[in-house]
């Protein structure tokens, strides 16, 4: 069983292996149709599309985020039409360093299902090693997917509540400009949550951006950060949710279990004009 990372050779080894299930996740938020047509135009063999915005968030009413977290039950029942059940070993992969994938690593655990894991250097080390794609999407056997929500994430209230406790540690997934509120091409508000601390997801990965640095490597970094931080006390916070999950992935490789993610983040937080907001590097 994998529950962080599975190598391409790996995978390759488990191509047809009933008892493994592969998603695209590919995505790109200046173009929402992005991924379901590049699935089209080839994707790794049986691997099935979830999209970011369709099948991987909720409903949004404005207030609550751009990439809200859907129902549990209807997550569930999406699962199980893709096969999934507790027997099934997920790999998720996309094509953008892994932020995409990662929200649903995050999401199957937010449901109890361990065993699922990100391909690590994504697409491109799959095409790297020469391995083929199709077209063709795969038809899979449904299953009953049974979710057991035993640690449900961080809401709204809680990191207001924090701004006094100072209880949990925040962690802002973003690049350090729009952290800085220097830029915002996303949402209408620049800044970060006060007393939230940066780490970019990309400093996970190596000097290409392509995979995952050594789980001591990543131990070093968020030992840094955290200055002797309890990794329960973490909350991991980005834009909207997503790229908030790479870091997250990131602490349990370095073997720092325990971490929480505020699905909401910035996007939700900034909805309300009376919550403050912070600029700079603290």
Not at 133 to 153: G, M
Not at 220 to 240: E, I, K, M, W, Y
């Amino acid at each position: 069983m994998s529950e962080t990372l599975v190598s391409v050779a790996e995978l390759a080894a488990h191509l047809g292996d009933s008892s493994w299930r592969v998603f695209d996740c590919r995505h790109d938020l200046a173009n929402v149709e992005y991924g379901t047509q590049a699935y089209a135009r080839g994707h790794i063999p049986g691997a099935l599309f979830l999209h970011i915005d369709r099948d991987l968030s909720g409903a949004k009413t404005g207030r609550n985020g751009r990439h809200p977290l859907p129902d549990a039950g209807g997550f569930a029942a999406t699962l199980s039409r893709c096969g999934v059940d507790a027997n099934i070993q997920v790999v998720a992969y996309d094509n953008e360093g892994g932020i995409f994938a990662s929200r649903l690593w995050w999401m199957l655990r937010w449901l109890g299902h361990k065993r699922v894991a990100l391909l690590d250097g994504g697409l491109a080390a799959w095409k790297r090693a020469r391995l083929p794609l199709q077209l063709e999407v795969p038809a899979v056997q449904p299953s009953e997917f049974r979710a057991t929500l035993a640690d449900p994430p961080i809401d709204v209230q809680e990191v207001l509540a924090n701004l006094q406790t100072k209880r949990m540690q925040l962690i802002d997934a973003r690049a350090p400009e729009r952290y800085r509120g220097e830029s915002e091409a996303l949402d209408p508000v620049a800044g970060h949550i006060p007393g939230a601390l940066n780490r970019f997801y990309a400093d996970n990965l190596d000097d290409d951006e392509a995979y995952f640095k050594p789980a001591s490597q990543l131990a070093a970094d968020f030992a840094t950060l955290l200055s002797g931080r309890d990794p329960h006390s973490v909350v991991h916070v980005c834009g909207s949710g997503v790229s908030a999950c790479h870091n997250l992935l990131a602490m349990e490789i370095a073997g720092l279990s325990g971490s929480r993610l505020y699905p909401g983040s910035w996007s939700e937080w900034c909805a309300d004009p009376g919550r403050p907001v912070a600029v700079g590097d603290r």
